[in-house]
């Protein structure tokens, strides 16, 4: 094993166009990747989270991804949970793959929404492969104004 990279190997298909040049990994064929590509998708589930006066919102950013291979689903103790799974391409027989970036697998993500939270009130939609999830609050009960009277005498 040479520790150079070879410009002449056949993952190059131009050595003089710097677009089509592989970044030269040293410990290819040594460490395996593919627990890593199953599991990326995991990773690529980004959440945002915020409050507003009326509601939480959960938006999370799930591109290529239809809503009947999303789960929304909430637990016991205020857990919102969002799972789903992203399926690996077909792949033929004839077909010749040059990279493979996208990632597949499964992925969960985990809330513990705060007391405010009505639980039973959650709504999702799914638009342009953003899933937002809005979880309505409860009130905030207004506390009695207290106004102290000085006493005259």
Known sequence: MSIIPSFF???RSNIFDPFSLD????????????PA???????NARIDWKETPEAHVLKADLPG???EEV???VEDGRVLQIS???????????????RVERSSGKFIRRFRLP??????????????????????KEEEEKKPMVKAIDISG
């Open 9 to 11: 190997t056949s993952k």
């Open 23 to 34: 970044t030269w990994d040293p410990f290819q064929g040594i460490i395996s990747t593919e």
């Open 37 to 43: 590509r199953e599991t990326a998708a995991i990773v």
């Open 65 to 67: 991804m239809k809503k």
């Open 71 to 73: 789960k929304v689903e």
């Open 84 to 98: 789903g799974e992203r399926c690996r391409e077909q792949e033929e027989k004839d077909d010749t793959w040059h």
């Open 115 to 136: 007391e405010n939270a009505k639980m039973d009130e959650v709504k999702a939609m799914m638009e342009n492969g953003v899933l937002t999830v809005v979880v309505p």
